[in-house]
Structures are given as structure tokens and as C-alpha cells.
């Protein structure tokens, strides 16, 4: 085979959404709420459409959904990293990154691991003061990576949730490309006990 033809095989075939708006599937949240119990109110900073915080309320959680871009749904123009804290009353944020499937951060704009990883280290400053959780949708791949590897270690990482399904993004009726990545639940807790190693669970 052409390498220099040849397609990567993650590529979907079809254009990216404006804002990279790919509402995560509610099954995906359920998989995490079955296997942690989470401290409320819960901030969502990059709410979308609200598929996580709608799924996140339905649990019987208090939800602050907020976001970069407005969706109609929460409170937009919302820069997460100009937030220097986890609003006020709330004990946990979960999120599927705009970073965290390798999706560029602005429309035209390419994402790279870098920027998960700035993406993350913010999450570990806001949720230290009020020593709070945080839950973050990313690429197994992902974690895998040197410096993802050292970031994970160096927070209170609590558990990594393996979703034994792959995600399917979008529906493009039969001209829809199966899920070809894996996704992991990072999960981490200020509060988990001192010294225990994180749990992998399989979901």
C-alpha cells in the first residue's frame, strides 16, 4: 500500500462540527456514575448541548453547566481557564474535554496532546482548595503518553474507568464509520485514601 494515500484509520470521512460539538453519549456517562459516587454540586465547564449534565441531573446530581461557546444549553462564554476555582458550592467537575478526543480547542485550529495537558493540570488547580473530585472523558491513547502518564501520577488519581464499548459520535445512517478509539473515565479525588494505588475498573 501508498502510505502517502492511505487513511489513518480514526479519520471519519466527513467534515468536523463548528466548535467541535460532539454530544457524548449518555450510556458513557452512566457507565462513570454507576462506579463512583461524586460529592455535589457537580461543575460541567464544557457542557455542550448539556448531554453530560442532563444525565448527571437524572442521577440526582446538582449540575453547574458552563461553556466557552453558547449551545443553548447552560451559561455561555464561560472560558474554563480563566476560572480560578470550581464555582462556588460545587464539589466535583466532570467533563469530555474539547482537548480530550484530539479535537482542536477553536474552529481551524489543531488540537494536540499539549493541549490536554494544559487542560487537565487547570483541572487539578481548581479542584485543590476545595478539595473536590474530577472525571475527564479522554482517548485510552492518551493516557499512555509520557508526560500524560507523569501528569496522572502527580494528581490524586483515584481510578480509570475502561469503557469496554466504543464510542459512536455521530449517526450518519449507513454511511457511518464504526467507533475505532477507546475511551477511559480519569478519575481523581482529593479525598481517596492516602497511599491506596488507583483502581482500574473495566465498565
Known amino acids: 500500500m501508498d502510505i502517502t494515500t492511505s487513511r489513518a484509520i480514526h479519520i471519519s470521512g466527513f467534515e468536523r462540527r463548528d466548535c467541535d460539538l460532539y454530544p457524548t453519549p449518555a450510556w458513557v456517562t452512566g457507565a462513570l456514575l454507576r462506579n463512583v459516587t461524586f460529592r455535589s454540586p ?43 476555582a470550581l464555582p462556588p458550592g460545587c464539589r466535583a467537575l466532570i467533563t469530555n474535554p474539547p482537548y480530550g478526543d484530539g479535537q482542536a480547542a477553536k474552529p481551524g485550529r489543531r488540537a494536540s496532546p499539549s493541549a490536554l495537558l494544559s487542560f487537565v493540570k487547570h483541572v487539578l ?71 491506596a494505588p488507583p483502581k482500574l475498573i473495566f465498565a
Request: charged share 20%.
Open 42 to 84: 457537580i461543575w460541567e465547564p464544557c457542557c455542550g448541548d448539556g448531554s453530560i449534565a442532563k444525565v448527571l441531573e437524572q442521577g440526582g446530581h446538582k449540575v453547574v453547566a458552563t461553556d466557552l461557546h453558547d449551545h443553548s444549553y447552560g451559561t455561555p462564554n464561560t472560558d474554563f481557564f480563566q476560572c480560578p
Open 125 to 195: 488547580h481548581v479542584i485543590e482548595p476545595c478539595q473536590g473530585q474530577a472525571a475527564l472523558l479522554v482517548r485510552l491513547q492518551w493516557i499512555t503518553g509520557k508526560r500524560a502518564a507523569a501528569l496522572l501520577q502527580s494528581g490524586p488519581l483515584e481510578s480509570v474507568i475502561m469503557l469496554t464499548d466504543r464510542i459512536q459520535w455521530f449517526d450518519h445512517g449507513e454511511k457511518t464509520n464504526r467507533g475505532q478509539l477507546n475511551h477511559v473515565w480519569v478519575v481523581f479525588d482529593h479525598l481517596r485514601a492516602i497511599g
